[in-house]
């Protein structure tokens, strides 16, 4: 069964820097793309950020919002997803969930989420 | 970008009545649509991709169609466990997008 887990969710100040991480189980990790969504409180879904397979930096994608802010990682041995949030503001505040894709691409469907990791940014 | 457009944004149905939630791209997408259903307090759940496809192991009553920008999702027969929130998901660039929501209610 595949099981994924988010952690690292915190209240934080406006400025500052976390990191999410996701624990994978139950599937091929290094054979999935996997990507960030997050969903502030009473709003819908937004794509954060993805990743192909492989451990390249050219195989990570961004939205805007979070272009040179943010950073996407994975340890395919330890089957770990990372999301390295710098400069965080009261926009990035959401609930955010950790996707698997499909396949090795991130441009296809979500077949599985975890339950999400709620990041708050306040003063 | 690619902009989804979903309509309407909340709806209210009878329980065995007929639902429908379209969804529009703002740029051909061709069949690049996917169908989220989010229950409150939960994770989102795949119904339907390749915007017709259905997901293994979801009921007969939800079905998908459309291509190129405008799509549909319709829940034929509605019943009280499809109460949530619907949403569509382009993939045919990046970044992904997704609609805005449609919330379902029963009536």
């Known amino acids: 069964e595949v099981r994924l887990v988010e952690s690292g969710g915190m209240l934080i100040q406006p400025g500052g820097s976390l990191r999410l991480s996701c624990a994978a189980s139950?599937?091929?990790?290094?054979?999935?793309?996997m990507s960030w969504v997050r969903q502030a409180p009473g709003k819908g879904l937004e794509w954060v950020s993805g990743i192909g397979i492989g451990v390249s930096g050219d195989n990570t994608y961004y939205a805007d919002s979070v272009k040179g802010r943010f950073t996407i990682s994975r340890d395919n041995f330890k089957k770990m997803l990372y999301l390295q949030m710098n400069s965080l503001t009261d926009e990035d505040t959401a609930l955010y969930y950790c996707a698997k894709s499909w396949a090795a691409g991130i441009r296809d469907y979500f077949d599985s989420w975890g339950q999400g990791t709620l990041l708050t940014v306040t003063s | 970008d690619t902009q989804m457009t979903q309509s309407p944004s909340s709806l209210s149905a009878s329980v065995r009545g007929r639902v429908t939630i379209t969804c529009q791209a703002s740029q051909d997408i061709t069949n690049s649509l996917n169908w989220y259903q989010q229950k409150p307090g939960k994770a989102p759940k795949l119904l339907i991709y390749?915007?017709?496809d259905l997901k293994t192991g979801v009921p007969s009553r939800f079905s998908g169609s459309g291509s190129g920008t405008h799509f549909t999702l319709t829940i034929n027969s509605l019943q009280p466990e499809d109460i949530a929130t619907y949403y569509c998901?382009?993939?045919?660039?990046?970044?992904?997008?997704f609609g805005g929501g449609t919330k379902v209610e029963i009536k």
């Open positions: 139950g599937f091929s990790f290094s054979s999935f793309a």
């Open positions: 998901q382009q993939y045919a660039d990046l970044p992904l997008t």
């Open positions: 390749g915007a017709s």
